[in-house]
């Protein structure tokens, strides 16, 4: 039975059904819980929440305790199994071994998972996530409004998949179809951000306008003909005129729908400004571009280069870092991009490397102690030419018994299939 009460008279005990209110100013990710914890009401009681809903079947009730489960019966053993289930079922109940009960999975669980683990749920997440904005920008074509409501779950999910493990939805979004880069590197992007304000230590709900902004800052794409953005010889001037309005199209579309946080409407604005005042669409520099803004740059600025599209193929992860910290203080801010590292790693996963022992490997785990000694997974033997069972080899733990010579490119060894081969590299046991 749910029961509406005012958030100073909720207590421990209680079983929350929703928070009522603005979605951005919930002080939890998950919305339905059990209050247990002295530190999560405390934040509750200081939060702009005024009103919440509880579930008094599932918790204590506004001046009850709360409800203990009713004792399950006991059966004697010496009790016919006949008078339980009928002789049939009698027969049944012997031959029958007792089966474990498997708890369904909780998409907005933050339980620490390894990638392989994580990797089903999250190619799952990404395939759910990308009919939702395919629909998205479908619908913004045809000048419908945008409701941050319709978007609170995917972004909740996707925060959760990535504090389960901080890599493997980045992994999976980064593996593109040509024909629908945009949703997916919205996705990227949105992961990308989430991940980063969690690297930040940035409130809960800051960390939600992070990953709303990554969704959206190129949702004014959708007004500019797929022909132009998807064109493979160099634009013309009129044509890039076009591509950069999409900043001002999107906040302008977005604004109408009178629900998107002024924050992420500043990101969607602003996120291709550069510190030096070369960027668009107002030349800003310095501090004149927001925190988001600043953030946005680099999330948005790796994804496009570590994709491929129809006309190039994506950098190297590890390259992309290289080449973004050429022009750290120049276009991009240096303190961010220190976290951004911390949060993909300066060998993000999926990456290819060489190692001493003359094999190819796949960086499956970063090592927070120590970015340069992750966790690989060999796969094939230079010396023998030829594919060879994975074992993971841990770096930072193997005593030098062996380590990464050299960043390697898939173009470099012919892997034209790399995007569904590294897919099933991090999904194996290693």
Request: one cysteine or more; a negative charge.
């Amino acid at each position: 039975m749910l029961k509406r009460i005012r958030t100073q008279d909720i207590k421990l005990g209680m079983f929350l059904h929703k928070l009522e209110g603005s979605w951005f100013s919930h002080p939890f990710w998950k919305r339905k819980l059990l209050l247990e914890d002295p530190e999560m009401l405390a934040t509750l009681k200081a939060s702009s929440v005024e009103w919440v809903v509880i579930d008094i079947a599932r918790g204590a009730d506004v001046g009850v305790a709360a409800p203990t489960p009713a004792p399950s019966r006991v059966v004697s053993i010496a009790e016919p199994r006949e008078r339980l289930f009928g002789r049939a079922g009698a027969t049944i109940a012997r031959r029958a071994a007792p089966q474990p009960v498997e708890r369904p999975f909780d998409p907005l669980s933050k339980d620490r998972l390894p990638i392989r683990a994580e990797m089903v749920h999250a190619q799952r997440l990404a395939r759910k996530s990308g009919r939702t904005m395919r629909k998205l920008f479908e619908d913004a074509r045809l000048g419908k409004a945008v409701k941050a409501a319709k978007l609170e779950s995917m972004v909740d999910e996707i925060s959760s998949s990535v504090q389960r493990n901080p890599h493997a939805f980045m992994a999976i979004a980064r593996m593109k179809n040509s024909g629908e880069y945009l949703y997916q590197h919205a996705l990227s992007v949105c992961a990308l951000m989430i991940g980063l304000a969690q690297q930040m230590h940035l409130p809960a709900e800051e960390i939600r306008e992070a990953g709303l902004a990554g969704l959206l800052m190129d949702m004014g794409m959708a007004h500019v003909p797929q022909e132009v953005w998807d064109k493979q010889e160099q634009l013309t001037p009129e044509e890039w005129e076009l591509v950069k309005s999409h900043t001002s199209l999107a906040h302008e579309f977005l604004t109408l729908g009178g629900e998107i946080p002024g924050t992420v409407l500043d990101v969607c604005l602003h996120h291709h400004e550069r510190l030096d005042g070369s960027g668009y669409p107002h030349a800003l520099a310095g501090d004149q571009i927001g925190l988001f803004a600043r953030m946005a740059a680099i999330c948005d600025t790796y994804d496009a280069m570590t994709s491929s599209r129809l006309h190039r193929n994506g950098e190297d992860p590890s390259r992309a870092l290289l080449m973004i910290d050429e022009n750290v203080g120049k276009l991009f801010d240096g303190e961010i991009f220190q976290a951004f590292q911390r949060a993909v790693g300066i060998y993000p996963i999926g990456s290819l490397v060489r190692l001493r022992s003359h094999r190819l490997a796949i960086v499956v785990e970063q090592n927070p102690d120590d970015l340069t000694l992750p966790r690989v997974r060999p796969f094939y033997s230079l010396t023998d030419r030829s594919f060879e069972k994975c074992e993971d080899i841990d770096l930072g733990n193997c005593f030098g018994a062996d380590q990464i010579i050299t960043r390697e490119t898939p173009e470099g060894w012919d892997m034209a299939e790399w995007p569904a081969m590294s897919a099933k590299l991090l999904a194996v046991a290693g």
